[in-house]
């Protein structure tokens, strides 16, 4: 029996024009095995509304044609259904899709479609809002305000705000509770992830899995100029957790009290939440078509990146420790100015 699904295609999602995704849904997709039905997003929210009722009506599969936002708004209407997740990914991040192997050309992305192997992953909820890549606060939920005030989507415009912003953010400091008890902690930002990246590889949480029932905590601390250089570098050689600006833990459940409420994203979309927030795991909780072929070993450092993360790590850790004497010597030398004074 053939399986039915829903392509929902949202014609404004990345940096590229859509009109030819029937056209190459149609010539790729596999007609022996999909009755398949294609419908385009006509404003915010539609794709949930959508997905929703292709699950009413027995979908087996709704395929989200689009970037990171998109898939959230299909997938959240997945959630605890029979109906599975597919991704064709046409964003300009595309978090989800590469940390599942998705091929980002859409014929390929189509063929992996085509395999049709479902598996059932974990998402997560930040106040009752589904993600299933990452949230978070502070600095990365600060740019995705900009980044969602911008107009203007694609790498670049995200880089600019980074690059323009980042020095001047202000961090915030943190009340965190998880079954270990609680911590305070001042934080440049605090994501949670259920996938390893924000997508343009940027590997927030390299070590994150879908499967293991449980969420990466991020916590990255205040840091000066002479740091972000190696974060970037960092983010992009899948080392993160190895930078000394780094704090990560997992955990099933985590409550986070801040002073004042403020902006959080889930998935990078921006959304004003209070002073308290509630963030879960739900195992298993989604169905979701992956790539069988996929070499997960791929998510791993090399040893050129674990070397080089090494490297660097040690020569913030030596500029430190040289910063932390050189400030006693200044406090000595003030201390003795002052006796000599008197």
Do not use: W
Request: net charge neutral; proline share 5%.
């Amino acid at each position: 029996m053939k399986k039915k699904i829903l392509l929902i295609v949202n014609p404004i999602s990345g940096t590229k024009s859509k009109v030819d995704a029937p056209s190459l849904i149609n010539t790729y997709i596999n007609k022996d095995l999909f009755d398949f039905d294609i419908r385009f997003t006509e404003y915010p929210g539609h794709a949930t509304q959508m997905a929703r009722e292709a699950v009413d009506e027995h979908y087996d599969i709704v395929a989200a044609v689009g970037g990171d936002g998109t898939v959230n708004e299909v997938a959240r209407s997945l959630v605890n259904t029979p109906t599975a997740l597919a991704v064709i990914p046409c964003g300009s991040g595309n978090g989800l899709a590469r940390h599942l192997f998705i091929p980002m050309r859409p014929k390929e992305a189509i063929d992996i479609l085509n395999d049709c192997v479902i598996r059932k992953l974990d998402y997560g909820t930040i106040n009752d809002y589904p993600f299933f890549c990452t949230c978070g606060m502070g600095f990365d939920a600060y740019i995705s305000q900009k980044f969602a005030e911008a107009g203007k989507r694609g790498p670049a415009t995200y880089v600019e705000y980074v690059l323009r912003e980042g020095l001047k953010y202000k961090p915030e400091t943190y009340e965190i509770q998880d079954d270990q008890g609680v911590t305070f902690q001042k934080a440049f930002l605090i994501s949670v992830a259920n996938a390893s990246q924000y997508g343009n590889n940027a590997y927030i949480a390299p070590q994150a899995s879908m499967s293991d029932g449980l969420m990466d905590v991020v916590i990255m601390e205040p840091f000066d100029i002479l740091d972000a250089p190696q974060i970037s570098i960092d983010l992009l050689n899948k080392t993160l957790d190895k930078c000394s600006k780094i704090k990560t833990f997992r955990s099933k459940h985590i409550h986070i009290h801040r002073s004042n409420p403020g902006v959080v994203h889930y998935d990078g979309d921006p959304v004003m939440m209070g002073r308290d927030i509630d963030i879960n795991i739900h195992p298993s909780g989604i169905n979701i078509v992956v790539n069988a072929h996929a070499d997960r070993s791929l998510r791993q450092p090399n040893l050129l990146q674990s070397g080089t993360a090494q490297m660097l790590n040690e020569i913030s850790v030596i500029r430190e420790d040289l910063t932390k004497r050189q400030r006693k010597v200044m406090a000595l030398g003030k201390l003795l100015q002052r006796k000599l004074i008197k």
